[in-house]
């Protein structure tokens, strides 16, 4: 068993205390990481709620026999996003 020394805190020698401290501070860091906003995650967030628009059209046109439609959707957002960046180079040129 390892000892601490006389001039550690009692809150230190408490090992759920510790625990706490620890678990609190990384939730704090955590939370701010994830509330914090800036150019990177607007886009992030912006380009989310495109795609899930998108993908929700492309189910929408599907479930109701409408695939030549559902298709051509599915062609102009890639490309249009292939334009602008936005596609990773692995689906370019599918």
Do not use: C
């Not at 495109?50 to 929408?60: G, H, L, P, T, V």
């Not at 030549?68 to 959707?73: G, I, N, Y």
Request: charged share 35%; proline share 4%.
């Amino acid at each position: 068993m390892h000892r601490l020394p006389e001039q550690v805190p009692d809150w230190m020698r408490s090992p759920k205390k510790l625990e706490h401290l620890y678990f609190e501070t990384l939730g704090s860091v955590v939370r701010d990481k994830v509330t914090s906003r800036n150019r990177y995650t607007d886009e992030l967030h912006d380009m989310t709620v495109d795609i899930i628009e998108i993908a929700n059209s492309i189910r929408r046109y599907q479930e109701s026999g409408d695939t030549e439609r559902a298709k051509e959707l599915e062609q102009t957002s890639r490309s249009k996003a292939q334009e602008q960046g936005r596609t990773p180079k692995s689906q370019q040129g599918d």
